[in-house]
C-alpha cells in the first residue's frame, strides 16, 4: 500500500505521488485503487521489468563491491566501514 510506503521512506503523500507515477510511467511498477474499510487506498506492484532493474542493480553493486575488495587493503576496508557508518548514525541522529 502506498501508506506503507511513505511510512518507510518518511516522505510526504504527494511526494510518494510522485515517485509511485514516475515509476509507474517507466512501467517498473504498477498500481491498483482499491476500498478496504470503507476508504480508498492504492496498492503498488513492482513489474517484471521493475525485477529485471532491480537484479541488474544487485548484480552491479556486488561487482562495484568485489572492485573495492581488490582495491583497497584490510585495513582500508575497515576505515571505510568506519568512516560510512559515521555518515550513517550522523544523518540517523538528524531525523
Not at 506492484?45 to 568485489?66: P, R, S, V
Request: proline share 1%; aromatic share 4%.
Amino acid at each position: 500500500m502506498q501508506k506503507e510506503i511513505e511510512t518507510f521512506l518518511e516522505v510526504s503523500h504527494p511526494t510518494t505521488n510522485g515517485i509511485i507515477k514516475r515509476l509507474e510511467e517507466k512501467q517498473l511498477v504498477k498500481t491498483e485503487m482499491t476500498i478496504k474499510n470503507g476508504r480508498m487506498s492504492k496498492n503498488v506492484a513492482i513489474t517484471e521489468k521493475g525485477i529485471e532493474l532491480c537484479t541488474k542493480n544487485d548484480a552491479d553493486k556486488n561487482l562495484l563491491e568485489n572492485k573495492f575488495g581488490e582495491w583497497l587493503s584490510e585495513d582500508g576496508k575497515n576505515t571505510l566501514r568506519e568512516l560510512l557508518l559515521k555518515i550513517y548514525e550522523n544523518l540517523e541522529s538528524k531525523k
